[in-house]
């Protein structure tokens, strides 16, 4: 029985250290991720109102998402997956509607298609100074 402490913590750890490693490239430091920042102030300009489900984001950052952080982080995710190119447009918009648990809402595919519309031609495959996958 003393041992199980032990093997709880190695558990825990190894389910964090997979959490992580499954999350976008800048999930954690997106402050170094100048091209999507600028990207991200591109949607909150020019794809207002910007409607997710029922997050009505004024400004794209978690102050905005009232009391659905979690579904905000996700959403953040899902966008910074969609920059670095790790998925389709195809994907991000599965993704965003299973967030928002529809796909016929008007405002949300309004403004999935304004965001998808807004991705940069050149855009890179993870944040400078990143680690490569």
Request: hydrophobic share 35%.
């Amino acid at each position: 029985m003393v041992h199980r402490p032990k093997r709880i913590t190695c558990l825990a750890t190894l389910l964090a250290a997979a959490t992580l490693s499954a999350c976008a490239p800048d999930a954690w430091q997106n402050t170094r991720a100048t091209g999507f920042n600028e990207y991200l102030k591109t949607v909150e300009t020019q794809c207002q109102p910007l409607w997710i489900g029922q997050m009505n984001l004024r400004r794209f950052d978690a102050s905005s998402a009232g009391g659905q952080a979690g579904n905000f982080d996700m959403l953040l995710d899902a966008t910074s997956r969609l920059y670095y190119n790790r998925i389709t447009p195809a994907d991000f918009r599965n993704s965003v509607q299973a967030l928002a648990m529809t796909s016929t809402d008007a405002r949300t595919n309004q403004s999935i298609d304004c965001m998808i519309s807004s991705l940069p031609t050149d855009r890179p495959r993870s944040p400078s100074g990143a680690m490569r996958y």
